[in-house]
């Protein structure tokens, strides 16, 4: 099935169904580039998303390896399968499976609309809409394959966001979900994020099997900086009394020193290179590829 035949959902405004020719959407004789289905409220701002991209950007050291991993999940499926990004963003998870499979069918989703429209405009035929994933507008049994990074964090429903994403796969379909790991940990670098919580990996396995899934595979990133992390995090947890703007220039400059960390980008690249082998029983995030029967 390509994109051209997708089962796309009737648009709120005009209620019909739009069609996508390889570059845009047509509705009602008119070319849209993002299709809006709206959103509630939820735990993340465009601000907050732009300022988390600038100082992160696109070769973070745990930010590159959590796409290594979404690509590993998704590269063996057939080329013409329908795979959604969920919390795509600026796209750069995107970006590195367009590099590494060109092939793929890929539907960008967010909550936030903004960054939709600034990857509307530099990748120009990619199907991008907006919706919150707690309520999504797609058909039963649609999608091959859904990948979901750092996005259930800041759902107050992840539970409902989790079984919408079952609903919207296939049988035999795959998410690729990853989450803070650290139940205990939530700190003030959380909250300035907007973070519901952390999660600890059972308590996330539990919720995947609670609405279908089968766990296939499960494993954290950051292994091996992990006592560090946890250290920092325990100190951060005694200043939650900051100010906004004492947050901001906090984690900001957490963000900073690790983007441009030399010794980090060397631990990171030799916990790659044992994951082939390893599965980390702990971590600062949680990976969990999950198959709906």
């Not at 796409?67 to 990004?85: F, G, H, N, T």
């Not at 499976?97 to 793929?104: G, M, R, V």
């Amino acid at each position: 099935m390509t994109l051209k035949h997708f089962p796309w959902p009737k648009t709120p405004r005009l209620n019909v169904s739009p069609i996508w020719n390889g570059q845009t959407f047509i509705i009602g004789g008119e070319a849209n580039r993002v299709i809006a289905y709206g959103a509630e409220t939820s735990n993340r701002s465009e601000s907050l998303t732009s300022m988390h991209e600038n100082f992160v950007g696109t070769d973070h050291p745990i930010e590159r390896m959590s796409r290594q991993w979404a690509l590993k999940s998704v590269r063996l499926l057939p080329s013409e399968s329908a795979m959604l990004d969920v919390g795509c963003s600026s796209g750069f998870l995107i970006d590195h499976i367009l590099t590494h499979l060109p092939e793929a069918q890929l539907i960008a989703v967010d909550y936030i609309k903004g960054p939709l429209e600034a990857l509307a405009r530099r990748l120009t035929n990619l199907p991008i809409i907006q919706f919150d994933i707690r309520n999504c507008p797609l058909p039963e049994a649609c999608i091959d394959a859904v990948t979901c990074l750092n996005v259930l964090e800041h759902i107050d429903e992840d539970e409902k966001a989790l079984s919408e994403i079952f609903r919207i796969l296939k049988p035999g379909g795959i998410a690729h979900i990853e989450v803070p790991a650290g139940k205990k940990l939530y700190d003030t670098y959380d909250e300035h994020l907007m973070h519901h919580r952390r999660y600890a990996q059972s308590d996330l396995l539990k919720m995947a099997h609670k609405v279908g899934f089968k766990v296939s595979y499960t494993t954290h990133l950051g292994f091996l900086v992990y006592p560090a992390f946890w250290l920092v995090k325990k100190r951060s947890r005694l200043l939650r009394g900051l100010t906004h703007e004492q947050k901001v220039s906090r984690v900001s400059g957490q963000m900073d020193k690790t983007h441009k960390s030399k010794l980090l980008q060397f631990i990171f690249k030799i916990e790659n290179n044992l994951s082939t082998y390893v599965k980390f029983p702990f971590g600062i995030r949680v990976i969990a590829v999950l198959k709906k029967p």
